[in-house]
């Protein structure tokens, strides 16, 4: 099993940046896929970005890519999701998820609040 904690989230201006940070437990996180997930009120949960086991490969939604950049440290434990130019939009709880190499994404945090004002 993985447990999952997020940090890193708070209140930014609009075009501001904040970087996440996701820190896992067990001895097996560097054979996980990451990835971070968002909700925002009344919405959906969404995918935002996931990062393969190894690193080799990234994976953006649409309306992050070229704002967003997700990277993992596998001697830490750790995944990131650093969050340049942001916009209100992209205000929500933002989640990090773990999943087994090509299953679902079954281990979840908490979540962290990401409020961008305009």
């Known amino acids: 099993q993985v447990q999952l904690v997020e940090s890193g989230g708070g209140l930014v201006q609009a075009g501001g940046s904040l970087r996440l940070s996701c820190a896992a437990s067990g001895r097996t996180f560097s054979t996980y896929d990451m990835a971070w997930f968002r909700q925002a009120p009344g919405k959906e949960r969404e995918f935002v970005a996931a990062?393969?086991?190894?690193?080799?490969?990234?994976y953006y939604a649409d309306s992050v890519r070229g704002r967003f950049t997700i990277s993992r440290d596998n001697a830490k434990n750790t995944v990131a999701l650093q969050m340049n130019s942001l916009k209100p939009q992209d205000t929500a709880v933002y989640y990090c998820?773990?999943?087994?190499?090509?299953?679902?994404?079954?281990?979840w945090g908490q979540g962290t609040q990401v409020t961008v004002s305009s």
């Open positions: 990062i393969r086991w190894s690193g080799g490969g990234t």
């Open positions: 998820a773990a999943r087994r190499v090509n299953g679902v994404y079954t281990y």
